[in-house]
């Protein structure tokens, strides 16, 4: 499986972005998906993940209220939607697929990355 990470770029602190995480081949439908960020020095962290069926979403506290993750098995994407953007969110974000169908926290749960993408906000 081959993930592909896009929408990420330059905003304004209070504005949005929208990133998208393409996978490749026919079994996306099971997956649960997740998305995690990287900043300046930082380790990942873990920001939300969806079930396969996107019946449980679960969002880091820091980004509760502000981002949706959402998934289109039609489409074979995963979403994160990103609004009233602050600066401490600025980093670089990964999305990432586990087999196994659920959302886990924990990035040893994941077996698949995508490349990433720079997001940076500006105070």
């Given amino acids: 499986v081959q993930l592909q990470a896009s929408g990420g770029g330059l905003v304004q ?3 949005s972005l929208r ?5 490749s ?5 099971s997956y649960g998906m997740g998305w995690f960020r990287q900043g300046p020095g930082k380790e990942r962290e ?5 079930s396969w069926s ?6 880091a ?3 509760k209220g502000r981002f949706i993750i959402s998934k289109d098995n039609a489409k074979n ?3 994160l939607q990103m609004n009233s953007l602050k600066a401490e969110d600025t980093a670089v974000y990964y ?4 087999p196994r169908g659920w959302g886990p926290r924990a990035t040893s749960e994941y077996d698949y990355w995508g490349q990433g993408t720079l997001v940076t906000v500006s105070s």
């Fill in 13 to 15: 602190a209070g504005g």
């Fill in 19 to 23: 990133l998208s995480c393409t996978a």
């Fill in 25 to 29: 081949g026919n079994t996306f439908r």
């Fill in 46 to 50: 873990f920001v939300a993940a969806i």
């Fill in 54 to 59: 996107g019946g449980t979403i679960s969002y």
């Fill in 61 to 63: 506290e820091s980004v």
């Fill in 77 to 79: 994407t995963v979403y």
């Fill in 95 to 98: 999305c990432a697929a586990n």
